[in-house]
Structures are given as structure tokens and as C-alpha cells.
């Protein structure tokens, strides 16, 4: 699959749909805030029914609001943003995140920041990126992940085997703690953690990279975006599945999971002046 790089920009965006970072009521005043923002530029906001639950407001389920709204907004941090481009993946929603701690990867307007990028917004100077996102199908199951699918063991006791194909053609066994499938937005996340490579995320590519692996010959692999593994669990205690961090699925002896490429994107609204390497740099500390 080609990864489009290059995105119009919105053909309407007078209907935002806002989602609250979890378990956070004291975001009431936040709230109100960004409401009294995009309603003074002629925005209408909807509120998600979790988050309108948890500020004592009215709200829409979430698949409810993206078929109404023109595009998505984060509140929280990267966390946050990455649960609602997955839940919201069928909807192929445009996501601003709005950072309310310190600069994030993926959330990089703030609220000091959020009235002028919202001039700027509505007078069509900004963009949207395009973002690799990865499906895994096991069982009876599709799952989507926007940074990373981890295989790992289910017992912190013992180490997992697993059995890796291209093409229906053995490849690899990791013997380890588990592998971890990333995006290259998600390079910069558990991969990197544990030694991976970090790749810009616009690269056409996957990452394959084994955790704690018993050979040292084991090494990350950059993997092209048309391609698709299959893992299938060869250990009798079987595997747990994460997707994101957040979602997680169990996988028997024998049970496989196939990853490739989904067919959607992830859109991320960014101010046209956003430096990648310059967050890198921040992030990472680099050059300090």
C-alpha cells in the first residue's frame, strides 16, 4: 500500500468532537475553556458521552459524534490521542490534540497555544499528516494500533517462543520476553525503550523488534509497508496481545496473528511550522 504523505485540508470544520483525557473531572474548566475557543470562531463543539459523564455534561456516543462532527480533538496527551484515532479508525476522523502536560510526540498544541492556532486553523494555515497505522487479525478479532501491537509472554516467570512468516515462509523465532510490531510514529515509543531504531513518521516501513531476546543475534528488522507476518505462538502457556498499551487480547498455543499495514491512515491536525526533529530533540533531550 502507498502511504499518501500529502492531505487536503478540511472541507468544513465547524463541528469539533472533543474527548477528555479518562478519570479526569477537574478537566470541566479546561473544557469550557476550549468550548468558549472554538465557539468564538464559529465552531460547534460536541462532547463524547464518557467524557460528558465524567463533567457531569450532555453528551453523544462516540460513534455517534464522528458521524456528526467534522473533525476530532484530544484533550490529555499522547495516551489520550492514541485512543481516540483507534477507536475512532473507521471513521477516518482528522484527531488535533491538545497537550495539557509537557510537549508530546503527537500532541503538540497547548492550551496558551490553542486560540492562535485556531485563528490560524480557521484561515486554513495549517496541515494534516498522514499517519501509518498497523491491523492485526487473530482469532475472530481485527484490532487496529496507531503506535504498536506487542506479543508478549502471559507469566513474568518464563520466556515465550514465537514463530515468525513472510509470504507463508519461516523467517525468525523469537525466544524472549515477546516482539513488538511498531509504526514509525511508534518507534519513538516501546521500541525505542528497547533499542530499537526510530524512524520519521511519514517512512513507507514497520518495525519488527524482539524484547529481551535469549540470542544476541536478534535484532530489530525495518520492515517494507506491503508486507505481512505472521507470529504464531508455539509456547504451551500461550501469549497476551497488546495494542497500544491499552487493549488487550490472549492468544492460545497455536493461535496466530497476522500484522500488515491497515488501509487507513491516521490524520493528525499539526500547525504548519511543526519540526519533528526539533520534538525529537526535545523529547530526547539531545544535545544537553
Not at 7 to 14: A, D, V
Not at 60 to 88: A, I, M, N, W, Y
Not at 144 to 161: E, G
Request: glycine letters at 6%.
Amino acid at each position: 500500500m502507498k502511504l499518501n504523505k500529502t492531505q487536503e485540508l478540511l472541507s468544513s470544520f465547524k463541528k469539533a468532537g472533543i474527548i477528555l483525557r479518562p478519570s479526569s473531572p477537574e478537566l470541566k474548566d479546561v473544557y469550557e475553556n476550549i468550548k468558549s475557543i472554538f465557539k468564538k470562531h464559529d465552531i460547534e463543539v460536541f462532547l463524547e458521552n464518557n467524557s460528558a459523564n465524567m463533567i457531569s455534561e450532555k453528551g453523544l456516543p462516540l460513534d455517534e459524534l464522528c458521524q456528526k462532527v467534522d473533525f476530532l480533538v484530544s484533550v490529555g496527551g499522547d495516551g489520550t490521542l492514541l485512543s481516540v484515532v483507534r477507536k475512532s479508525y473507521y471513521y477516518n476522523k482528522p484527531v488535533l490534540g491538545i497537550n495539557l502536560g509537557t510537549l508530546g510526540f503527537l500532541t503538540d498544541i497547548s492550551m496558551n497555544d490553542l486560540e492562535d492556532f485556531i485563528v490560524d486553523f480557521t484561515n486554513k494555515k495549517y496541515r494534516i499528516d498522514n499517519r501509518m497505522m498497523i491491523k492485526g487479525t487473530l482469532n475472530l478479532n481485527t484490532i487496529v494500533a496507531f503506535n504498536d501491537i506487542v506479543i508478549t509472554r502471559k507469566s513474568i516467570s518464563s520466556m515465550i517462543k514465537i514463530d515468525a512468516k513472510i509470504d507463508n515462509k519461516h523467517f525468525n523465532s523469537y525466544y524472549g520476553d515477546g516482539v513488538i510490531i511498531s509504526t514509525p510514529t511508534g518507534s519513538t515509543a516501546y521500541n525505542l525503550s528497547v533499542g530499537g531504531p526510530i524512524l520519521y513518521p511519514l517512512t513507507e516501513a514497520f518495525l519488527v523488534t524482539p524484547v529481551a531476546p535469549h540470542s544476541l543475534t536478534q535484532r530489530p528488522l525495518v520492515m517494507p509497508a506491503d508486507f505481512e507476518i505472521e507470529f504464531t505462538i508455539t509456547d504451551s502457556q500461550g501469549a497476551v496481545v497488546i495494542a497500544d498499551g491499552q487493549d488487550i487480547y490472549e492468544l492460545e498455543q497455536n493461535d496466530s496473528i497476522k500484522i500488515k499495514i491497515a488501509t487507513q491512515n491516521a490524520k493528525m491536525i499539526h500547525r504548519c511550522e511543526r519540526n519533528y526533529f526539533e520534538v525529537l530533540s526535545q523529547k530526547l533531550r539531545w544535545g544537553n
